[in-house]
């Protein structure tokens, strides 16, 4: 069975505090995972990809194969950042699948 | 610039009714999803269709059955709602085949069953 676990519903951190959102997946084929936020009254939307390799708004992912695990970082969280956040996994490149997802506070 | 588009943002239904969320994509993608939203489960995946006619059953299909006549329509239906589908619904699309897809999404479906 493909599954992606958050093991933290809520997650709250300080202004400029380092921050890391957990996501380990099961999958026994090449995975291909992303992180996605949505933030209030908005729409799910795509933060980033690990294909990718990119930064976006400060965050970075790490895929490690070894520990099955992408979790999403960022070194210092703003009041913005407050949101919902997701991990997805894509297999067979069709059917994605979610985890429970995160809810990141962060304080003033 | 609105990509997923979902009937309707609130919804209220009787016990026992029929019901039919409806959405509609124009990206020309051939994947499409419904996913429910329930706070502490997560999205979970209900059924999504990778072509037109197609469908595949995801992890929480009972009770619910899909249609797609038209790439770009993807359409749940709730063939006697019961109070446990009470939640957000989430629709969404994305191009087949492609790694480095990304999945669009509506703005939502609260659906109230009373």
């Known amino acids: 069975a493909q599954r992606v676990t958050q093991p933290e519903k809520l997650l709250s951190v300080f202004k400029g505090a380092p921050v890391e959102l957990k996501c380990n997946y099961s999958y026994s084929g090449s995975p291909e995972l992303f992180w996605y936020v949505q933030y209030s009254r908005q729409r799910l939307q795509l933060l980033l990809r690990h294909i990718s390799r990119e930064s976006i708004k400060g965050f970075t992912a790490d895929l490690n194969k070894g520990e099955t695990s992408f979790h999403l970082k960022k070194p210092f969280a703003q009041e913005e950042d407050s949101a919902m956040y997701y991990c997805?996994?894509?297999?067979?490149?069709?059917?994605?699948?979610f985890g429970a997802g995160t809810r990141l506070t962060v304080k003033p | 610039d609105v990509k997923v588009t979902q009937s309707s943002r609130y919804l209220v239904k009787r016990t026992g009714e029929k019901v039919f969320l409806e959405c509609v994509q124009d990206m020309d993608h051939e994947n499409m999803f419904w996913y429910r939203q329930d706070p502490g489960l997560g999205l979970r995946l209900i059924y999504f269709s990778y072509d037109v006619k197609m469908k595949e059953k995801g992890d929480i299909p009972e009770g619910y059955s899909v249609s797609r006549e038209k790439k770009e329509r993807f359409s749940l239906i709730l063939e006697s709602a019961s109070t446990n589908q009470t939640s957000m619904y989430l629709c969404?699309?994305?191009?087949?085949?492609?790694?480095?897809?990304?999945?669009?999404f509506g703005q939502g479906t609260r659906l109230t069953v009373v």
């Open positions: 969404a699309s994305s191009l087949w085949g492609d790694p480095n897809t990304e999945a669009f």
């Open positions: 997805a996994l894509l297999y067979n490149n069709n059917d994605m699948r």
